[in-house]
């Protein structure tokens, strides 16, 4: 197959980028607010501020259409092996669609065993009740279930807390279990591989946290672990009871696994397995839309078009993701991972080098808060960084004020910076592209509505660029070089004299050496 920068369609594009000015876009056309947005039942989508005219639109349908964006779309939800480099299929959908016998067994077997801790039918060693439920997990096994359990913290059950343990640092592990009892904590290892170092590491530490404090209680590992895991008997050989591990499938990428039971035991146990259900059906709306709608008002399939004309015709490399609303604050970093851990790729799905820009950095914080950190330069830095707003009519809580309320205060930012971003204010240059998403509430629907959200519109630009958005051997170098200096540091265990040589690590022997003796170089 072409690669897709040498079609006719990319070529239209490249020649079209002419200078396109919002203000005079917005003046010659009265409709532009209502044509470039698109109203679906839960959400408004407005894409009128993005540095697109009618004809960009066309011609990035036309894109779309070359690069057989609808065939690929169905073959990821039919169950195709589209992840060719790991020969899997990606079916990430299937989690929340409610038609897979193999799923709704595991989530029945979620919703007993969280029904269980939740009512004290599941005690502690020493007969307490579990309520400090801790999932240890890093990467995908961590960064959905966190952005997740983030915004829907009012609707926890009342008692029950839920950490995440990520980082092999172990101040995370010391920060995050040093105010608790051990009796009533419920560790949850997770791990698609069960092999990930530092979920491996926090494991092993936690199972000393509790056998200690329980002095080897002989039911310690029985009631006070659990494990999410494709690999069983390793969950199995590490000590947890079969009951207690909750599987799930290969064709579940990491980053994808939020609606599996990466998430689901972990928030079950939070917030009550009625309302992850919830999540999995606001996930499976955005779903049908994502597989149904036809493209010109697909809000997935328009979001990655209009990254893909930033990126690789306007030459905007990151983006900023920036929800107005403190309870999407760990969507942002969800969304790092998805987006650059799938789109991150110098070759195609057929192995050929790309010849253009594919991926994108993607940061963001919540306002107001960003606009009083990084919006200076967003304002008016030397480069430009298409933005997405994302706010909500109602908040998640009534602080019975009267006048304006810090919900209005919010909102009153959330309409500004789009504009002042646009059509530019005194010394603002403007001509700043941004889309704008509105929904009426943050509650587990919409909170699964976004997750799904994030994942298509990632997919969309593998799918044109032409990519493999589902593997991910890049960060397999990361984890072989940590083992090496690991041996390295063990050597030093063993022998206190011992030096790693220059011609090992030329650049890193200083430090490396003298980390090895505990100080600063000299
Ligand atoms: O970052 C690499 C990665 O493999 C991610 O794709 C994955 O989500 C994470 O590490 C954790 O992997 P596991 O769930 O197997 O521990």
């Not at 999932?135 to 960064?143: E, K, M, N, R």
């Not at 994502?290 to 990151?318: A, H, Q, R």
């Not at 919540?366 to 908040?395: A, R, V």
């Not at 072989?480 to 206190?496: D, P, Q, S």
Request: with cysteine; aromatic share 12%.
């Amino acid at each position: 197959m072409e690669q897709i920068n040498s079609t006719k369609e990319w070529q239209e594009l490249n020649n079209y980028r002419n200078k396109i000015n919002l203000k005079e876009l917005f003046n010659s056309d009265p409709n532009r607010a209502k044509d470039f947005a698109i109203r679906t039942q839960h959400l408004y989508y407005d894409f009128s501020r993005q540095l697109i005219d009618r004809k960009v639109f066309e011609l990035l349908l036309k894109l779309a259409d070359k690069a057989k964006l609808k065939e690929k779309i169905s073959s990821m939800f039919a169950g195709e092996k589209i992840n060719k480099t790991e020969n899997r299929a990606v079916l990430h959908t299937a989690l929340r669609s409610f038609s897979s016998t193999e799923v709704n067994e595991v989530l029945s077997k979620i919703e007993q065993f969280s029904c269980k801790v939740i009512s004290g039918g599941h005690l502690g060693a020493t007969g307490k009740k579990l309520k400090n439920i801790i999932s240890i997990g890093i990467g995908g096994s961590y960064l959905g279930p966190e952005y997740l359990a983030q915004a829907l913290r009012p609707y926890a059950i009342k008692g029950m807390n839920l950490r995440f343990i990520a980082n092999v640092d172990g101040s995370d592990f010391a920060e995050k279990t040093i105010d608790l009892n051990p009796e009533e904590t419920l560790f949850i290892v997770v791990s698609k591989t069960f092999t990930t170092a530092e979920t491996m590491k926090n494991a092993e530490t936690a199972k000393k946290w509790i056998l200690k404090a329980l002095n080897n209680h002989p039911e310690s590992i029985l009631k006070h672990f659990a494990a999410v895991s494709t690999a069983k008997e390793k969950a199995t050989a590490f000590g947890i009871a079969p009951e207690n591990i909750f599987g799930f499938w290969d064709w579940v990428g990491g980053r994808f696994s939020a609606t599996s039971a990466v998430g689901a035991v972990p928030l079950s146990l939070y917030l009550g397995f009625e309302c992850f259900k919830i999540i999995l059906h606001g996930a499976s709306f955005m779903d049908e839309h994502f597989k149904n709608t036809s493209f010109e008002k697909n809000i997935p399939v328009i979001c990655g078009l209009i990254d893909i004309w930033n990126i690789n015709f306007l030459g905007f490399k990151t983006r900023a993701l920036l929800p107005y609303f403190q309870g999407l604050s760990k969507l942002p970093a969800h969304t790092q991972q998805v987006e650059m851990e799938s789109n991150g790729k110098m070759v195609d799905i057929e192995g050929r080098p790309v010849g253009f820009d594919t991926g994108e950095v993607v940061f963001g914080e919540p306002g107001t808060n960003g606009q009083h950190s990084f919006y200076q330069l967003i304002h008016q830095g030397t480069q430009t960084i298409p933005c997405d707003f994302i706010g909500f009519i109602k908040s998640q809580y009534n602080l019975n004020e009267d006048g304006i309320t810090h919900h209005e205060e919010l909102m009153a930012n959330f309409f500004a910076q789009p504009d002042a971003l646009a059509f530019g204010h005194k010394n603002f240059p403007g001509n700043r592209p941004s889309s704008s998403l509105l929904l009426e509430e943050l509650n587990p629907f919409t909170a699964g509505l976004l997750l799904s959200w994030t994942e298509h519109r990632a997919a969309v630009k593998g799918f044109i660029w032409g990519i493999n958005s589902f593997d991910q051997f890049g960060v397999e170098l990361g984890k072989v070089l940590g083992l090496k200096i690991r041996e390295e540091i063990i050597k030093n265990h063993k022998n206190k004299d011992y030096k790693v040589s220059k011609e090992s690590y030329p650049a890193s022997h200083v430090a490396l050496n003298s980390f090895f003796e505990k100080k600063l170089p000299s």
